[in-house]
């Protein structure tokens, strides 16, 4: 009986395949896809081929292997404790730098329904900031199948049905004989991009990172009814819906708007604008970037929990006093999860010291790439080093090719991340801090989180490890 009510209060495949895709899929980034013309072609498959699939495969294996604590357990049982902790101290503050830059966009989105101007007004940008991320915050607070809802209903309604209608209005725009902003022509040049353009570089991180945090679901592992099934389904499964939804998607912003035009944060919006003025339906467009904002809210709410999981784990095992340990009756740490609301509204002030909301909004962003592209290397390696110091480890999906291809794949995947990390020093534009200004900056945050972390690891006491868990939910035995 008491196992039958623990399976209640568990996810199922169709859930978790929502939070999956919810903490990637979002229109946020299509407007940057977009602005690449034809070669956001090449750019969707060169991440699918060189990232997304990596990342994939690798957290299908490990999460399926290892399915307690996601990428703290992951990389603690390749290299250690001190590097598990590492890894998932950096997933967890990218995300920090990462959530406040998807809430600027959510306060862009909700501008277009308020008032328009409000889009570049920072204390409406701070303001939705804080309100929307302490909502989401508290929302979270009884757990994984209410996180499971909301990213549910944020996903269908606020990403999947605007996409979807940005796709067919384009479409049938294209089809009445109207002008194409795109450039479609089968040529070398439409489809090939140059690398020597630093702005070019910069954009195609908009790819990549318009992907990152598939692996953030294997937090939820442990909340899964059957893990080792139904995880690489919902991984593949919301891989797959992403790539096709948001490939299409940018298409559809580049045929309607020019792509000298396009605005970077609320492009989406934008092209919608468009569209239905053309069709004489302005009085919907409030409602779309309603709906768009909704779906970056829960993507946010989607965000809330996931890191600070892994984190906690690590926490367990004695990095954290016992009263940032402990959980509510629904599993959360909530007081770990207000520490983390807390930093977010102290970051969110940032842009109350900025008169150019979008250069706020680049700074966080590259904070964001550079600091997930460190987690990311730390879990590739473990990947290949775990192959070798853990075979018998029962993994129900398992990469193919034996050690070649684990060697294969994980050093794509490290390859690429370890090219964006060195693509996201390079200074946005417009960048008012300078080139130097710009680089000791974002080298000072960097240096910074790393120290933090190993100061929290040799501050860890015996006495603080937890005693009233289950052991193989803090040690992540498979």
């Not at 008169?355 to 592209?373: E, G």
């Amino acid at each position: 009986m008491h196992e039958v009510e623990r399976n209640a209060n568990k996810l199922t495949a169709l859930p978790l395949i929502f939070i999956t895709a919810a903490l990637f899929m979002t229109l946020r980034n299509m407007p940057a896809m977009a602005e690449t013309g034809m070669h956001m072609i090449f750019f969707n498959f060169i991440t699918v081929f060189l990232f997304l699939i990596p990342a994939a495969l690798v957290s299908a294996e490990l999460a399926t292997g290892w399915p307690h604590n996601g990428v703290y357990g992951w990389v603690k049982a390749a290299f250690g404790p001190k590097l598990g902790f590492l890894a998932v101290w950096l997933q967890w503050v990218q995300s920090i730098f990462g959530i406040t830059s998807i809430l600027a966009y959510v306060g862009g989105s909700l501008a277009y329904v308020l008032a328009p101007e409000l889009g570049n007004n920072k204390y409406f940008i701070a303001l939705t900031i804080f309100t929307i991320y302490w909502l989401a915050t508290i929302m979270n607070f009884k757990g994984a199948k209410r996180s499971g809802l909301i990213s549910s209903v944020a996903l269908i309604a606020g990403v999947i049905t605007p996409t979807l209608l940005l796709i067919g209005c384009s479409t049938w725009y294209f089809l009445q004989g109207n002008p194409i902003q795109v450039n479609y022509q089968l040529t070398q040049e439409n489809f090939l991009p140059s690398f020597t353009d630093t702005t070019g570089l910069l954009l195609f991180l908009s790819f990549v990172f318009g992907f990152v945090g598939i692996e953030v679901s294997a937090s939820h592992a442990r909340d899964v009814v059957n893990p080792q099934r139904n995880y690489p389904i919902a991984l593949f499964t919301a891989a797959f819906i992403g790539f096709v939804l948001t490939l299409l998607g940018g298409l559809a912003i580049a045929a309607v708007v020019p792509a000298e035009s396009i605005d970077s944060i609320n492009g989406a919006t934008q092209a919608f604008s468009l569209l239905l003025q053309h069709y004489q339906l302005s009085w919907l467009i409030p409602v779309i970037a309603f709906l768009i904002a909704m779906g970056a809210a829960g993507q946010v709410s989607t965000w809330v929990v996931g890191p600070i999981k892994g984190l906690w784990a690590a926490g367990m095992e004695g990095n954290l006093p016992p009263y940032l340990q402990k959980t509510n009756q629904y599993d959360v740490p909530v007081k770990l999860l207000l520490i983390q609301a807390t930093l977010i509204s102290v970051i969110g002030l940032l842009f109350l010291s900025s008169s150019d909301v979008n250069t706020i909004f680049l700074m966080l962003t590259s904070t964001a790439i550079v600091l997930y592209a460190m987690m990311y290397i730390l879990m590739f390696l473990a990947a290949i080093r775990l192959r070798y110091s853990h075979p018998e480890v029962h993994r129900a999906y398992k990469i193919p090719g034996g050690k070649l291809g684990i060697w294969g794949i994980s050093l794509t995947g490290g390859i690429s991340i370890f090219a964006c990390l060195l693509i996201g020093f390079i200074p946005p534009k417009p960048n008012p801090w300078g080139f130097w200004g710009f680089e000791s900056l974002l080298i000072s945050v960097c240096i910074v989180s790393i120290i933090a972390a190993f100061i929290i690891i040799n501050r860890r006491k015996s006495k603080w490890i937890g005693k009233s868990q289950d052991s193989s939910l803090i040690y992540g035995e498979g």
